[in-house]
């Protein structure tokens, strides 16, 4: 598997991770199957949060993946914080409470990554700060990042917190695209062009911060696979005529196609399939041409000015 840079040069992971919010549903050998697929293709970043299951995630995969401190330096662990029962939390005190539990559901003694999970409106820059510092003296947490944020909030955490902000997880898709939508559409009246995130894609490649797919097989928040959808049948078609072409599955296209995006993404992959991670691996297979993106990102319901 291909390798990518992360954050502003932080250090080089596989460009497909696995996202483990599903693996609290796996049991012990299912959940090692799964990792170990995941490692034999070279996935070598895994992405977690204090609430996947309850916690349960990040313990499953504690005991499937079973790091001792060799294994642990060959991989990257990333998990967040922040998302409360009816609430968000970034308080100085919830940010430490929240990574001590992950680093103890996940038998380790640091994070590689901490992201916060969704913007605390209440959020106050300087307590962030002090939490990230705390972290990184500590030798808990080595990078900070966030998660589906946009510019001005990301400026705003920057006016306290020294250490680089190098990750932004989003959803994005060939089913959800607006980050895309809008700087193709700037100054139309059509709807595309109505930016709901401030410019976030462009934001990002400027300021080397990684941006992390999350849900790219999912259309909607969560409603559902548009691979084999009804609603998606011209996507589909046009998919399964480019994984033809390229010889691969046509979930392996999906992926191949955030993958082509020059901003160096790292698509999140949510499987608890172990068969499934094979296919969507290929995706590393495939670099398609300009025709061929845009091919995709048409029969996906979107038009060109
Ligand atoms: N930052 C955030 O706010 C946020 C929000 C949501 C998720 N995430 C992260 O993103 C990761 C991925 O999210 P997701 O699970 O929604 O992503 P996804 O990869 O789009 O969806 C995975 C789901 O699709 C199913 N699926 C159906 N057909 C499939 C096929 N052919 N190949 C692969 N999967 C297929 C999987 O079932 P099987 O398991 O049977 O394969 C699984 O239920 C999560 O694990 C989490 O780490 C972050």
Redesign the pocket.
């Known amino acids: 598997m291909k390798k990518i840079t992360i954050g502003p040069g932080w250090f080089q992971a596989s460009s497909i991770?696995?996202?483990?919010?599903?693996?609290s549903s796996l049991n012990d050998k299912d959940a090692e199957h799964l990792i170990r697929t995941a490692l034999d293709e070279g996935i070598d970043f895994f992405?977690?949060?204090d609430i996947?299951g309850g916690g349960r995630?990040e313990e499953v995969f504690a005991r499937a993946a079973g790091l001792n401190a060799d294994r642990r330096e060959q991989v990257r662990i990333q998990t967040?914080c922040g998302?409360c029962k009816g609430y968000f939390d970034f308080s100085r005190d919830h940010i430490l409470a929240s990574v001590d539990g992950s680093l103890r559901r996940l038998k380790t003694d640091y994070i590689d990554v901490l992201?916060l999970?969704?913007p605390d409106t209440l959020v106050e820059p300087d307590e962030v700060a002090e939490a990230f510092s705390i972290l990184q003296s500590a030798g808990k947490v080595r990078f900070f990042g966030v998660?589906?944020q946009n510019p001005g909030q990301i400026e705003l955490l920057k006016q306290a917190v020294t250490q680089p902000i190098g990750v932004n997880?989003?959803?994005l898709?060939l089913a959800f695209t607006g980050m895309i939508d809008t700087g193709l559409n700037v100054n139309m009246q059509n709807s595309a062009s109505v930016s709901h995130d401030n410019g976030i894609l462009d934001y990002c490649r400027l300021h080397r911060i990684t941006i992390?797919?999350?849900?790219?097989?999912?259309y909607g928040f969560?409603a559902g696979?548009f691979?084999?959808s009804d609603k998606y049948a011209e996507l589909n078609r046009a998919i399964a005529d480019l994984a033809a072409r390229y010889d691969v599955?046509?979930?392996a296209m999906?992926i191949a196609w955030l993958l082509r995006h020059p901003a160096s993404m790292q698509?999140?992959?949510?499987?608890?399939?172990a068969?499934?991670?094979k296919?969507?691996c290929q995706a590393d297979r495939v670099t398609l041409t300009r025709p061929e993106w845009y091919a995709l990102y048409r029969a996906a319901g979107n038009t060109l000015p």
């Open positions: 991770a696995l996202g483990c919010m599903r693996i992405d977690h949060a996947y995630s967040k998302i992201l999970h969704r998660s589906n997880q989003l959803q898709s992390q797919p999350w849900s790219p097989l999912q969560f696979v691979l084999g599955p046509e979930s999906a698509p999140i992959v949510g499987t608890t399939h068969g499934h991670l296919d969507l």
